[in-house]
C-alpha cells in the first residue's frame, strides 16, 4: 500500500468514526486494538493488518471496501481475495440468552430481541457470551455470538455445544478413533472438557458460531 492509498484509508476510517460519533478511544476499545496503532492508521503512518481492518469495519457497521481505494481493491481482487469483498446484507436474528465461555450453564433459550446481522454468514440465532475462556479467539463477555445452525462443525472450529441441560461455547475436537470429543477453551487458564464413551451421548452440537459483535 503507497503512502497515499495509507493516508485515504486514515481518512474514510476518521471520516466513518466521527459519523457514528466515536470517538478513538471508543473505537478502538471496540475493535481491539491499540489507540496508537488507530492513531497511525488515521494519520497515515502505517495500515492496519487485514484481521484488524475487518473488526473495525464490524464496529463502524460499512464494508472493507468503503475504506480501501479502488487500487488497493483492485490488487487484492487480482490476488484471489475477492471473496472478502462480498457486499453486506442485513438479517433479522433473534437473541436466545446466554452462552457459558467458562463451565456450561444451564440453557435458557428465550426470545430476547432481534438484532440486525451484517454480511454474508446468515446465522439462525445469537447468545450472549459470558465468561472469558474463549479470550484468546477474541470472544469477550458480554459479546454477542452469532450461531448458524447445524449438528456438526470440522475440529477446531467453535460451537454451541448443549450437555445435558447445560450450553457452552467451546472449540471441538474428535477423535473418533478414541471415541473421544474434547471441548477447548481459548483460554490457557481453563482445562478442556473430555468426553468419552457413554459419556458422548450427553453432547449435542447445536450450531457453529460464525461471527461475533463486541459490547457496545
Not at 14 to 37: D, I, P, W
Request: proline share 4%; hydrophobic share 40%; glycine share 6%.
Amino acid at each position: 500500500m503507497t503512502n497515499e492509498q495509507k493516508v485515504l484509508l486514515g481518512k474514510n476510517i476518521k471520516q466513518y468514526r466521527t459519523k457514528l460519533g466515536l470517538s478513538a478511544t471508543e473505537l478502538a476499545n471496540r475493535a481491539k486494538v491499540a489507540k496508537s496503532s488507530l492513531s497511525d492508521w488515521e494519520h497515515g503512518r502505517t495500515q492496519p493488518s487485514t484481521d484488524a481492518l475487518f473488526r473495525l469495519c464490524n464496529v463502524l457497521n460499512c464494508n472493507i471496501a468503503d475504506l480501501l481505494s479502488e487500487e488497493v481493491i483492485g490488487d487484492l481482487k487480482a490476488l484471489n481475495i475477492s471473496n472478502e469483498f462480498t457486499p453486506i446484507t442485513k438479517v433479522k436474528v433473534p437473541i436466545l440468552g446466554t452462552v457459558a465461555c467458562g463451565q456450561p450453564i444451564f440453557a435458557e433459550e428465550h426470545l430476547e430481541c432481534y438484532v440486525d446481522a451484517i454480511g454474508s454468514t446468515h446465522p439462525d440465532f445469537a447468545l450472549w457470551a459470558k465468561g472469558d475462556s474463549m479470550i484468546e479467539a477474541r470472544i469477550f463477555d458480554g459479546d454477542l455470538i452469532f450461531v448458524k445452525k447445524q449438528d456438526m462443525v470440522e475440529n477446531g472450529e467453535i460451537a454451541v455445544v448443549l450437555i445435558d441441560d447445560e450450553v457452552t461455547l467451546k472449540k471441538v475436537l474428535y477423535e473418533p478413533e478414541k471415541s473421544r470429543l474434547m471441548l477447548l477453551p481459548a483460554n490457557k487458564n481453563y482445562l478442556p472438557l473430555i468426553y468419552e464413551g457413554e459419556d458422548l451421548n450427553k453432547i449435542r452440537i447445536l450450531g457453529k458460531a460464525v461471527a461475533f459483535q463486541s459490547n457496545l
